[in-house]
């Protein structure tokens, strides 16, 4: 097997566009999670959520912006900035390349403002553009079709977890030598009436803080009440070691293995026994032990059924030193980006790995007797070298992805 | 205004070109305008004419080649079926 480099990450985030600018804000704390200026036909019940400022105009001429969704721009945005940072990886047999996208819902705002058309307004005349912006694999899609990248192209939909797939599937792909180079990530864009008028109604979103709503996701506290969704998305240039090496490429880091199961119990309810075993397999993978992992993004929603259950398969899949390896949430800050999540996760932990620094979980106020892990609470943690980071996502369906990298 | 300079506008618009880059006898394809830009295009010439263009875009990009032959064009369905309100 072939090992994998990643030369690039792109950030499209709440907390800012660019991987530096995301990774920053992290490390001071700083959350993306406010009142929203949602176009609403009805007030919502849930008023928050964490988006991204964002303008399209900046990024795209007004022609093309028309052809993509929201979630597609963030994409293509995301996935440039990698790609600029690995000076050249596309460079070479085009064929030989893949793009691998997680996406929960592909085209949200598409889909919604066409209902709204139809049954809200009444009229018949839907953008001649709407099956094209709305498909799920558009943002994928996009990515190959703007850099000629002519090998496999291929979407991932499991919900929280579609992300960490795609990544884990790209790193399988070059690691077998089907593909030497690969842009893996997930995008997002899923901040519409109905999108979060559904959520609400599975009782899972966060109450709003009512001193700060910034505070409002507050993972392994025992004050939280749900998660807050985000949007955005992040991209990673996954390449060939020795290739990455012989092109003088600069390594970031090292996609060391990849790990995934199934619940198989419950369509929402997750299980510690598979969440843990996710873990494992991602350390075999990575023939890594617990000793060698210094820090776990943990999946950590903020949600009453997520953290107690990643808590005990965090027990589980460290054993001993469960108590020692610091594990944060991150979606305090950036909120839950459904099918982008594992990607900008794995961006934040990249930057812990990179930079030593340990992003906090946020708003961890009142701990719970269930969440006894050192969950670098409430402030950003620098720390010594470290060899290895895990980064979570668990969706509902039962999917667990976990994603093993190494420092360079 | 003239159904050119209405579609001149419109393409001004929808394309981001400049005024003096729509000339009668501008091409469609020097514009960018391939079969699938073809269709937003009748779709807005629908919104802003008020006129049903029946006839296929792809049918449509092949037949008229110029901004004047796609003018001329409007101007027919205008006539043939002219605004109900």
Wanted: proline fraction near 5%.
């Amino acid at each position: 097997m072939r090992r994998v480099a990643v030369t690039g990450i792109g950030v499209v985030s709440p907390l800012g566009v660019g991987a530096e600018a995301f990774f920053e804000a992290l490390a001071a704390g700083r959350s993306g999670i406010r009142v929203l200026a949602i176009d609403a036909p009805r007030p919502l019940a849930t008023r928050i959520g964490a988006a991204v400022d964002f303008n399209a105009g900046e990024h795209f001429p007004a022609p093309k912006a028309r052809m993509l969704d929201r979630v597609s721009q963030f994409a293509l945005v995301a996935a440039a900035e990698a790609i600029a940072q690995s000076q050249g990886a596309l460079h070479g047999d085009q064929a030989r390349m893949g793009v691998f996208v997680g996406t929960g819902m592909g085209g949200a705002q598409t889909t919604d403002e066409s209902y709204r058309t139809l049954y809200e307004s009444g009229s018949d005349r839907l953008k001649p553009f709407s099956v094209l912006l709305a498909m799920a694999n558009a943002p994928c899609a996009w990515i190959a079709l703007e850099h000629g990248i002519a090998g496999p192209s291929l979407s991932y939909s499991c919900a929280c977890a579609s992300s960490a797939v795609a990544i884990g599937e790209a790193f399988r792909s070059i690691a077998r030598g089907d593909c030497d180079v690969a842009i893996a990530g997930g995008a997002e864009a899923p901040l519409t009436f109905g999108t979060i008028r559904a959520w609400e109604a599975l009782r899972t979103l966060a109450a709003e803080d009512p001193h700060d709503p910034s505070a409002s996701c507050k993972p392994f506290s025992k004050d939280r009440s749900g998660l807050v969704l985000g949007e955005g998305a992040a991209m990673f240039v996954l390449e060939d070691r020795d290739r990455a090496a012989a092109r003088g490429a600069t390594i970031l880091a090292e996609v060391a293995g990849y790990g995934i199961c199934t619940d198989a119990t419950h369509i929402t309810r997750p299980t510690a026994e598979a969440q843990s075993r996710a873990m494992r397999l991602a350390m075999e993978d990575a023939r890594l032990s617990p000793a060698q992992v210094g820090y776990v993004n943990a999946h950590g929603t903020g949600t009453e059924a997520n953290d107690g259950v990643e808590t005990a398969a965090l027990h589980a899949a460290l054993a001993d030193r469960a108590k020692d390896v610091p594990v944060s949430s991150t979606k305090s800050m950036h909120g839950h980006l459904l099918g982008a999540a594992g990607a900008l996760e794995f961006a934040a932990a990249l930057q812990a790995l990179r930079k030593q620094v340990l992003p906090p979980t946020m708003h961890l106020a009142q701990p719970d007797p269930a969440c006894d892990l050192d969950y670098v609470a409430n402030a950003a943690r620098r720390v010594p070298a470290f060899e290895a980071v895990l980064s979570n996502s668990f969706a509902f369906g039962g999917t667990d992805a976990v994603i093993a990298a190494r420092a360079a | 205004m003239s159904t050119l300079e209405r579609l001149r506008a419109l393409l001004q618009r929808e394309l981001e070109v400049s005024a003096e880059s729509l000339r009668p006898g501008t091409t469609l394809e020097s514009l960018g305008i391939d079969s699938l830009r073809m269709i937003e295009i009748v779709f807005t010439i629908e919104d802003e004419f008020k006129v049903a263009v029946r006839a296929e875009p792809a049918e449509l990009r092949e037949r008229l080649k110029t901004l004047g032959d796609l003018a001329a064009y409007i101007d027919e369905l205008v006539r043939a079926a002219p605004a109900a309100s």
